[in-house]
């Protein structure tokens, strides 16, 4: 049985005080080994109060791109102990980690002892002070790197790429602690090394799933966003506020979710693609403002970052407990879409996509992120530039004589819909119940005909083969979504070393069903099993309560705020496969 | 489509749409009505290039009896939407209407913000000091001690009622009037100078509710036209706000703060957002 991933990657935590700058090295560690042709997922931990406190940059490099954190870590670096103890859980080590650690620094604490590392010591606080300006994190660096085997020169290149215009004191004083750390730790022996890396053919992003969003945002046609800020969905709106000016868009920082969503209704029924982004109590308070999108026809979209809850939960770490709203959140029968991004990467195509959605089809669409995918930067391939664009069925003005049905009872459901400023088609977009035209009406024939209408044009909608991502054959049905997939496709991948098979079918489309499509693909699943991260099971309870699946599936589902990791699914594929 | 044409001049009829309102025999808002619609052709606009947003009660209904482009959204949230519609489509007039209970209760926080952000759009008050299309509640500008509600305690609500004039001075706002819908004409007046102003303006207008409040029939010989130049200082707008009965109508404050947003110009490409990403 292969335990750990064995996919030629390595796991390193660098921890430290708020200041140690653990992320800036971190970060630079990224890029470096991104230009020596790797990739990488690299995670942030800290407490809620963002800037100092304690703070653990979580690195995984491979060989291969990366959607998953390990089970557990391969080098676990402190600079100091300050307040490290927290990320126990975070950070698991075995007897075959190696935990570095400054001497000066005090004694290890027991939490990490007990777990049976390697544990040796690297003096970076002396090391540092022997060089003019130079700082620990900086022989953390150089240490790590040349552990586990990044060559100095991608090192250099990448620390002459941030520091050197700004202030060469700061790069001659980074070089030479990066290469004093790469020194000392050439001494040190037991750490994992890196396979070679394979040949770079091929041209690298690297990009978190919060900015990803933000771009597909724009190349899916968005060029107005309102929002308010939240942890963990800040980053898509500081990436929109600077992206979006650039291509003649909007950004706003209104004063409240309640604003937010509105202020994208009022744009979007100007003729400008929307988005507003936030997390899941924000999202509580958009709920009334999506029930509106829904029933005046208009097109905004939501990237909803999901962190920890109930309530203000834990802002800063991951659950896929907001499926509930987001499904099932709105008052009144409120069909809108649900779609759900599976990668770092793939929050830039999901929020592309879905802006597209929600235009083509002139309703809410939430794009589901959480916080593990937001907040995490990847080294990802080139994602490919896909023509999803959004763009409405316009209007006609209506024959002399006639009046404009802006919500005319088509065919497929969709109506075609004015731009403010059309002549002749003027109308009054209402969330009270309507007739064709527009008109208030409580009457009961209008209501069916609108309510049939608003399923009608989701349900007949052709969505391609994007409502999931379909990996692999076997016996088993690996069924998840969100920030699991990456753990789940890691465990299928190790439960066939073990010779067992399993498919993976990550949803994309949340909402509306798609029933026979995922009939096609559960076509010879003898097991099925649904993997989540929610303590009340809500994705399992959902896919039993939505579909009518071959066989009573088993429900790997557990709260957050730790990541899924692969172990946890392998063995449960194990104990299946018998 | 002649009657599209964008030479052709409209008259306020033509502001107005053939949807029957819903108010009451009596209600000040059929006045406020013809005042906007009055309003809109003065100005010489046209109904395709002219929007009204509100949000939900009696005097939000208003958008349907327009005609012109027009969103009847949620309680509370016409002036965010509203925004949302200006900053989107700067080429467009945005009219906010709604009522005393939509704009300073439920929606209070929008009300503070849009007069601070000072987007160029009007927004309108109809107030009744009233909740009309609940029966007859309270709002935030009923007198305190008013108690002919079933919801109001014995002697009112006992609570200091809402100042919106001089709390959009404060929260910034750079065009404030009072009007009444008894004066349809002056108020039209007050509507259209309102709308010329650029940047966030607001008018209330004293519309008598008088299904549940009988004695604002008495509005009429209380409401009175001041007649004076708008002062652009805020000092002396405060003092005479902050010394107003309530029943002075006209232009009150006029500020000079410029309006806000930036141009909207597009200087790249959406591909060249990619290099920011690239390795």
Same mark, same amino acid.
């Given at each position: 049985m292969t335990t750990s991933s064995g996919f030629g990657s390595v796991s390193i935590a660098m921890c430290g005080s708020g200041g140690a700058g653990v992320m800036t090295a971190a970060n630079m560690f990224l890029d470096a080994a991104a230009e020596a042709g790797y990739y990488a997922l690299f995670g942030r931990s800290s407490g809620p109060q963002i800037r100092g406190g304690e703070a653990a940059a979580l690195v995984r490099l491979g060989v291969d791109p990366i959607t998953s954190v390990d089970d557990t870590f391969d080098i676990m670096l402190a600079i100091d102990w300050q307040g490290v103890q927290r990320f126990a859980a975070e950070v698991p080590l075995s007897k075959n980690s190696l935990v570095i650690c400054d001497p000066s620094a005090g004694d290890v604490p027991e939490v990490y002892v007990k777990t049976g590392a390697k544990i040796v010591h690297l003096h970076m606080k002396d090391l540092a002070k022997e060089i003019p300006g130079g700082r620990p994190n900086m022989i953390a660096l150089g240490a790590v790197a040349e552990l586990i085997g990044i060559p100095v020169g991608p090192l250099t290149e990448v620390l002459g790429k941030s520091l050197k215009k700004k202030r060469a004191d700061a790069y001659e004083a980074s070089v030479a602690g990066v290469k004093a750390g790469a020194a000392a730790a050439a001494t040190l022996d037991g750490a994992k090394r890196l396979a070679p890396a394979k040949a770079k053919d091929v041209k690298r992003w690297t990009v978190t799933g919060n900015y990803g969003a933000g771009l597909g945002a724009i190349r899916g046609g968005v060029r107005f966003c309102a929002a308010y800020p939240i942890t963990p969905a800040t980053e898509v709106l500081e990436y929109l506020s600077g992206a979006l000016p650039k291509v003649g868009g909007v950004f706003v920082q209104a004063e409240d979710e309640l604003a937010s969503i509105?202020?994208?209704? #009022?744009?979007?029924?100007?003729?400008? &693609?929307?988005?507003?982004?936030?997390?899941?109590?924000?999202?509580?308070?958009?709920?009334?403002?999506?029930?509106?999108?829904?029933?005046?026809?208009?097109?905004?979209?939501?990237?909803?970052?999901?962190?920890?809850?109930?309530?203000?939960?834990? *802002?800063?770490?991951?659950?896929?407990?907001?499926?509930?709203? *987001?499904?099932? #959140?709105?008052?009144?029968?409120? /069909?809108?879409?649900?779609?759900?991004? +599976?990668?770092?990467?793939?929050?830039?195509?999901?929020?592309?996509?879905?802006?597209?959605? *929600?235009?083509?089809?002139?309703? &809410?669409?939430?794009?589901?992120?959480?916080?593990?995918?937001?907040?995490?930067?990847?080294?990802?391939?080139?994602? &490919?530039?896909?023509?999803?664009?959004?763009?409405?069925?316009? *209007?006609?003005?209506?024959?002399?004589?006639?009046?404009?049905?802006?919500?005319? +009872?088509?065919?497929? #459901?969709?109506? /075609?819909?004015?731009?403010?400023?059309?002549?002749?088609?003027?109308?009054?977009?209402?969330?009270?119940?309507?007739?064709?035209?527009?008109?208030?009406?409580?009457?009961?024939?209008?209501?069916?005909?609108?309510l049939d209408k608003r399923q009608r044009k989701l349900d007949q909608f052709d969505y391609g083969n994007h409502w999931a991502t379909i990996e692999g054959e076997g016996d088993i049905a690996v069924i998840t979504w969100g920030a699991c997939t990456g753990a789940a496709r890691e465990a299928i991948a190790r439960a066939k070393a073990d010779g067992v098979n399993a498919k993976l079918i990550s949803l994309r489309l949340i909402s509306p069903t798609r029933p026979k499509h995922l009939a096609e693909a559960l076509k010879g699943a003898k097991k099925i099993l649904v993997v989540e991260q929610s303590h009340q099971g809500q994705f399992t309870r959902y896919l039993r309560g939505e579909y009518d699946l071959p066989v009573k599936p088993e429900s790997l589902s557990r709260s957050g705020p730790l990541p899924m990791r692969p172990g946890e699914i392998h063995a449960r594929l194990l104990s299946m496969g018998k | 489509m002649s009657s599209c044409e964008s030479s052709a001049t409209y008259t306020a009829k033509d502001f107005k749409s053939d949807v029957k309102p819903v108010w009451c025999p009596?209600?000040? %808002?059929?006045?406020?009505?013809?005042?906007? $619609?009055?309003?809109?052709?003065?100005?010489?606009?046209?109904?395709?290039?002219?929007?009204?947003?509100?949000?939900?009660?009696?005097?939000?209904?208003?958008?349907?009896?327009?005609?012109?482009?027009?969103?009847?959204?949620?309680?509370?949230?016409?002036?965010?939407?509203?925004?949302?519609?200006?900053?989107?489509?700067?080429?467009?007039?945005?009219?906010?209407?709604?009522? %005393?209970?939509?704009?300073?209760?439920?929606?209070?926080?929008?009300?503070?913000?849009?007069?601070?952000?000072?987007? %160029?759009? $009007?927004?309108?008050?109809?107030?009744?000091?009233?909740?009309?299309?609940?029966?007859?509640?309270?709002?935030?500008?009923?007198?305190?001690?008013? %108690?002919?509600?079933?919801?109001?305690?014995?002697?009112? $609500?006992?609570?200091?009622?809402?100042?919106?004039?001089?709390?959009?001075?404060?929260?910034?706002?750079?065009?404030?009037?009072?009007?009444?819908?008894?004066?349809?004409?002056?108020?039209?007046?007050?509507?259209?100078?309102?709308?010329?102003?650029?940047?966030?303006?607001?008018?209330?207008?004293?519309?008598?509710?008088?299904?549940?409040?009988?004695?604002?029939?008495?509005?009429?010989?209380?409401?009175?036209?001041?007649?004076?130049?708008? $002062?652009?200082?805020?000092?002396q707008a405060a003092r005479r706000l902050m010394t107003d009965d309530g029943y002075n109508c006209g232009i009150l404050y006029r500020g000079n703060r410029p309006a806000y947003g930036k141009e909207k110009k597009a200087t790249n490409a959406v591909s060249d957002l990619d290099r920011e990403f690239t390795l």
């Amino acid at each position: 049985m292969t335990t750990s991933s064995g996919f030629g990657s390595v796991s390193i935590a660098m921890c430290g005080s708020g200041g140690a700058g653990v992320m800036t090295a971190a970060n630079m560690f990224l890029d470096a080994a991104a230009e020596a042709g790797y990739y990488a997922l690299f995670g942030r931990s800290s407490g809620p109060q963002i800037r100092g406190g304690e703070a653990a940059a979580l690195v995984r490099l491979g060989v291969d791109p990366i959607t998953s954190v390990d089970d557990t870590f391969d080098i676990m670096l402190a600079i100091d102990w300050q307040g490290v103890q927290r990320f126990a859980a975070e950070v698991p080590l075995s007897k075959n980690s190696l935990v570095i650690c400054d001497p000066s620094a005090g004694d290890v604490p027991e939490v990490y002892v007990k777990t049976g590392a390697k544990i040796v010591h690297l003096h970076m606080k002396d090391l540092a002070k022997e060089i003019p300006g130079g700082r620990p994190n900086m022989i953390a660096l150089g240490a790590v790197a040349e552990l586990i085997g990044i060559p100095v020169g991608p090192l250099t290149e990448v620390l002459g790429k941030s520091l050197k215009k700004k202030r060469a004191d700061a790069y001659e004083a980074s070089v030479a602690g990066v290469k004093a750390g790469a020194a000392a730790a050439a001494t040190l022996d037991g750490a994992k090394r890196l396979a070679p890396a394979k040949a770079k053919d091929v041209k690298r992003w690297t990009v978190t799933g919060n900015y990803g969003a933000g771009l597909g945002a724009i190349r899916g046609g968005v060029r107005f966003c309102a929002a308010y800020p939240i942890t963990p969905a800040t980053e898509v709106l500081e990436y929109l506020s600077g992206a979006l000016p650039k291509v003649g868009g909007v950004f706003v920082q209104a004063e409240d979710e309640l604003a937010s969503i509105n202020m994208c209704l #009022g744009a979007s029924y100007g003729g400008e &693609a929307s988005i507003t982004a936030t997390a899941g109590p924000g999202l509580a308070l958009m709920t009334e403002g999506l029930g509106l999108a829904v029933a005046s026809e208009t097109p905004v979209v939501v990237v909803d970052v999901q962190r920890v809850g109930p309530s203000t939960g834990i *802002a800063t770490k991951c659950e896929q407990s907001d499926l509930n709203i *987001a499904v099932y #959140g709105l008052h009144g029968d409120a /069909p809108h879409l649900v779609v759900a991004a +599976n990668s770092v990467g793939d929050c830039i195509f999901t929020t592309q996509w879905g802006v597209y959605l *929600a235009e083509s089809l002139q309703t &809410a669409c939430l794009v589901m992120s959480d916080q593990a995918l937001g907040q995490s930067r990847a080294i990802i391939d080139v994602p &490919a530039d896909v023509a999803f664009v959004g763009k409405r069925l316009a *209007a006609v003005a209506p024959a002399e004589g006639e009046v404009f049905k802006r919500y005319a +009872n088509t065919a497929n #459901g969709i109506s /075609p819909m004015p731009v403010p400023g059309q002549p002749g088609c003027q109308y009054t977009s209402d969330g009270l119940e309507h007739t064709e035209t527009g008109t208030p009406s409580s009457q009961a024939a209008d209501h069916t005909m609108q309510l049939d209408k608003r399923q009608r044009k989701l349900d007949q909608f052709d969505y391609g083969n994007h409502w999931a991502t379909i990996e692999g054959e076997g016996d088993i049905a690996v069924i998840t979504w969100g920030a699991c997939t990456g753990a789940a496709r890691e465990a299928i991948a190790r439960a066939k070393a073990d010779g067992v098979n399993a498919k993976l079918i990550s949803l994309r489309l949340i909402s509306p069903t798609r029933p026979k499509h995922l009939a096609e693909a559960l076509k010879g699943a003898k097991k099925i099993l649904v993997v989540e991260q929610s303590h009340q099971g809500q994705f399992t309870r959902y896919l039993r309560g939505e579909y009518d699946l071959p066989v009573k599936p088993e429900s790997l589902s557990r709260s957050g705020p730790l990541p899924m990791r692969p172990g946890e699914i392998h063995a449960r594929l194990l104990s299946m496969g018998k | 489509m002649s009657s599209c044409e964008s030479s052709a001049t409209y008259t306020a009829k033509d502001f107005k749409s053939d949807v029957k309102p819903v108010w009451c025999p009596g209600c000040g %808002d059929y006045a406020v009505l013809s005042s906007i $619609t009055k309003a809109f052709a003065d100005l010489g606009l046209k109904p395709h290039e002219t929007s009204v947003v509100s949000g939900i009660g009696c005097s939000s209904r208003i958008p349907a009896y327009t005609n012109t482009y027009g969103i009847h959204s949620i309680h509370g949230r016409a002036l965010a939407v509203g925004q949302g519609l200006k900053l989107a489509r700067p080429d467009l007039t945005v009219l906010v209407a709604g009522g %005393d209970g939509d704009g300073f209760s439920i929606g209070g926080n929008h009300f503070l913000h849009a007069c601070r952000r000072n987007v %160029d759009l $009007t927004y309108i008050v109809m107030d009744n000091r009233v909740y009309g299309m609940t029966k007859g509640q309270p709002s935030p500008t009923t007198e305190s001690d008013w %108690d002919a509600s079933a919801m109001a305690p014995p002697g009112g $609500t006992g609570m200091t009622p809402f100042h919106p004039l001089a709390i959009a001075l404060a929260s910034g706002a750079n065009f404030i009037a009072r009007g009444f819908s008894g004066d349809p004409n002056g108020t039209a007046q007050v509507i259209a100078e309102a709308i010329r102003h650029p940047g966030f303006s607001f008018v209330a207008i004293m519309s008598p509710c008088i299904t549940f409040r009988e004695e604002q029939r008495e509005w009429k010989n209380t409401m009175r036209n001041v007649n004076i130049e708008p $002062t652009t200082d805020p000092a002396q707008a405060a003092r005479r706000l902050m010394t107003d009965d309530g029943y002075n109508c006209g232009i009150l404050y006029r500020g000079n703060r410029p309006a806000y947003g930036k141009e909207k110009k597009a200087t790249n490409a959406v591909s060249d957002l990619d290099r920011e990403f690239t390795l």
